[in-house]
């Protein structure tokens, strides 16, 4: 499915989708339908249709197992810290342990002991606690403001909510989440990890069957899992309310929970929203994205070391190129944008036949539509001044820079997100040391420059600075390999540097971000006062239109924030083809070629005659998630859990602006496969024995 | 500008564009609108508006000197044979005659004799001599029919009538144009050459200063022009009617005519099929393109030899990649697509304001919305299976295989393109000679069979049947290093054989190819019954209606044939930003900063000293012309040459489908400037006193 993650979070949120409302304006959301939150989960309906018995406590005991991580979602299935995700939401964290000797990306890593799982650099993992209504505190400090203030003055009420609930405690996040387009305003509060090692995971050939040809399919023949555990004062968490693992898959029809974090959905921008993202922000996205893959690509050809660099950056880029492929996908549909209008010109009508809310919101509906234009003309300059390149040393840079350049205010003066205590834990999380490949950086650094340098053209006056009498790859060889921002002792230096100092370091990469970040942040504040101040703004006068005209019992679109969705296991029909909503084991040795990325795992070819090939690998049920929600725990109305989610079907990716009960899917690696493998394949019985199987 | 070229033609022809009418339809064209047909050009009107006096000798003289190349336009400017063009329409040939050891792509191509001037494989030239109104012809033969039965009789009807034009004389070219989207059809004759010799060429710098970032933009300073000249009987033909040289540029508000082939326009397709181009046929373009895009780029980097063999591959890519993003911007405008919905709905009110014509024409813009359905179902299909990969050997192999599927027919039951008159024609394309990069043609077949098992799913009966248990980059070096299809004397041979020869022959990539021709056919089938039949039938039942509301005093959309377009020297202003319409050799100088693509070539670095920097060097205007016009001769009101249009400026490039008089402008390289380079910076004192001047 997706690193979606904050990569995926951080970049919708680039194409301006603000936050949004909900699906089926008209009619309380369809059977199937919505990412609730804990606070709000339809138990009756759930109860009556499915005839089970969950209540507040089963919604206690599930919240306290669910995990979130950097960009996915987990579980809690051990009482020692033990944690069940996807392999791709460790696969990062696999690279990073590797090297050119050692590919455990490649060969799986399977540490003997528990003295050999190994942490995994930057990786933390947060439980939610509480959840505490803030929408009066958060929408009062808006008042009177406009554009950029009004942006600025809401983040600023935001952070110190954060800050009254978490003060400086690394043990816990305080989050201030919007929900509903700004409806409502929730504090989140989790205790936090950020010791988490990594306990297990399978070949890469394994989990990634298929490869991106499958990826977004079904039928499917992945066990995209692995397992980390949660570590603190060098010793395992212990967690006594963890998820019992039932190794024995559901049956055709059997209810089905998923607990996790659904990163964005967009299920009430605007028509004129979702024109913009289909005529400007995902069609860049698609090209860039494009011809990024394929310079990856094709540098991947050039090597073993080049090939195993470059497996994880090739990954995200064609998960995320699918993602958007499948969003335009709806965007096109000219049935789907129909059923759009159709939702905007019934909430109008109400609006409009109701004079006194009428007068309380205005048309915000043409307040967006004159946001467009301005995000017509910003979106090139904004993306890529503001946004950058997918460079880590880039980012490390900009992040120093700002930091030095904002610390040098008094503290009332600075932008949110950089009190003192902010800039301690950015050091925290620079101190993180994760291997670099100079070549993928300088591919990141010239693409991004060239890409910048023929979207603004050459004579553009910040296209003029950022480059110089310089190409493209000249700037990005320099920069790359006269920086020392790969070593985690150096960025410590240089975060406490003042930008006097950073400008007189000799460091290439931070000379040359301190060089244009006044530009950057000009455009930024250009976009806060054009777009997406006026489109926060417009967003919360269109969800007191919906509260007003649909009533609230309705689920907010996802914020990468906790939810749970319920549905049963159930294939599809599509165009006359039925698909079955099981593979089995016994199916990834039919479907294997030997070719890749239909080749299957060495060790699974090895145990071809232990492995019980009838089991359940993978199954789809009709659970409502988007990406952010790979690794959530899949479970059963006993509230166990049965699989871990990590993938959509194809018709899912629409599912970010409509969710449809007849097409779209998650796709879930069973227990019973990660049992099966753990036994039979990679011979684990030290973890069956914690998962309580023998 | 563009190679757009037949690649163009063919490629926008595979966009599902079919043909076009007109760009304003309830007004007569704007000034300086319209690509005129010599039959049909408002004498009247320029000699008003301008003050000149041009007259019907006038044009057929320079239609006399107007040749046609494969793709681009081009003027005769000598008596023994002499053509001016671009440099970007010779720059194949040129590479084709480099290798390893002789790099005239970089270094120039300037034979110090004429005998040293080499044959361009491949290369043809035409000049117009007749045109022929044959519209009862061909529409009498579609009469009746429908679906690919229609196609099929239209097309079998226009190819009776170029046989009967022109015989099987290889000197002769007789094609059938539709004109105002089947409206007209008229038969065009031209006088063709085989022979075409490569003259001069400058450095690759020279002429493409400034490289894709430059590309459709102004100020530009790029001599971008080049020399041919046509032989026979191994002679230079006598050419008295070619251009005077005028080594003078013009002057700001001259009048400018330029005589040229614009590729194909879309000015009245209807909204359905502007929106199908924006929804889909455009995106999933410009998505290969950028990826193929990256794709050959990084490949490249890799070292001397690869970088010069992809020198022209990468420009041909991203200039067509910049016109269809320059079209997609046009598409996604809201202004713009105002105007045409507000157009189409003047044209059917008035249609529905006459009962007879509406009895007549019926309602073809409701069966363009049908066609659209299908289109979005087919499109994917056909592009993938039919069209095929960018790979020279496997467009061989497709060529030989379906001449001899069609051969083995009785000659009445074959399909249109396959007499034996053209299968011999085919016999003479196929015996030139050009060089071929294995690795570039492994990069297209991997690349094209990895797109296609991605937009079909490994799960699509074809997909199976393409890929059998192989991947994408092994069928790419079976095929490519299996077969011997780059030796021009095996094409030979392989066209002589049947089907059952092809088979047992054993050449990797003709046996890859006939196992897959069948599924290719089927789908080009079922395009042409549910695609472009319908949409042909529909658009000259638009036509019918136009002429019947409009008149027929109208240029027809662009179809690669001859045409005169007339306008004036003028900048232009956006955003506030005035653009001067010149600029001066001495401006080169300034802008070279050393580093690719804005390094100035060595030659003229070397002749800094020498040469005259008040010289025009670039020059806009405000014709109308579109890809396909690349080398066309700009004339002044004496009908002498000025300058080779090589470019439009970005804004230009909507011009596919609307002209805008403030924004639109042609780019063309000053005789002027190419004047001054052959005497101060190439020293060719043979061509400038071939040319008449001293």
Redesign the interface.
Known sequence: MSLPSLRLTASLAALGAATAVLSAPAAPAKAEEGMWTFDNFPIATVNQTYGVNIDQAWLDRVREAAVRLQGCSASLVSGEGLILTNHHCVVGCVQDLSDAQHDYVKNGWMPATREDEKKCPGQTAEILTDITDVTERVQGAGQGLEGAAFVQARNAEAEKIQKEGCGDDPKWTCQVISLYRGGQYKLYKFRKYDDVRLVFAPEFQAAFF?G???NF?F?RYALDSGFLRIYEDGKPVATPNHLTWNPNAPKEGDVTFVAGNPGTTQRLLTVAQL?AL???QL?IS???F??????????ST?GDEAKRVAVDPIFGLENSFKVY?GQ?GAL?D?AFMARKRQEEADLRQRVAADPELAARIGDPWADLERVAQAQRDLYLPYRQLESGPRSQLYSYAKAIVRAAKERAKPVAERRPGYTDADIAALGRRLAQNAPISNDIEE?YMAFWLSKT??YL???NPQVKALLG???PE?IAQRTVSGTRLADPAFRAQALAMTPEQLAASGDAMIQFVLANDDAAQAIRTQWESAVSGPTSRAGEKIAQARFAAYGTNLYPDATFSLRLSYGSVKGWTYQGVTVEPFTYIGGLYERN????P?NAAEDWLAAEDKVNKQTVYDFVSTNDIIGGNSGSPVINAKGEVIGAAFDGNIHSLGGSFGYDGNLNRTVTVSTAAITEALRNVYHQPRLLEELGVE
Chains 1, 2 share one sequence.
Do not use: C, H, W
């Not at 494009?290 to 540098?299: A, F, M, P, V, W």
């Not at 070629?593 to 890749?596: I, L, Q």
């Open positions: 298929g991106d040809p499958d399919n039928p024109e289909r005529d400007q069609p698609l090209i860039q494009s011809e990024l893959r394929g310079r990856l690509l094709e540098y050039t492929y335009q096109t000219p591919i340098r023929e053209t050459v004579d009498k310089d190409s000249q070629t030997g070719a890749e239909f």
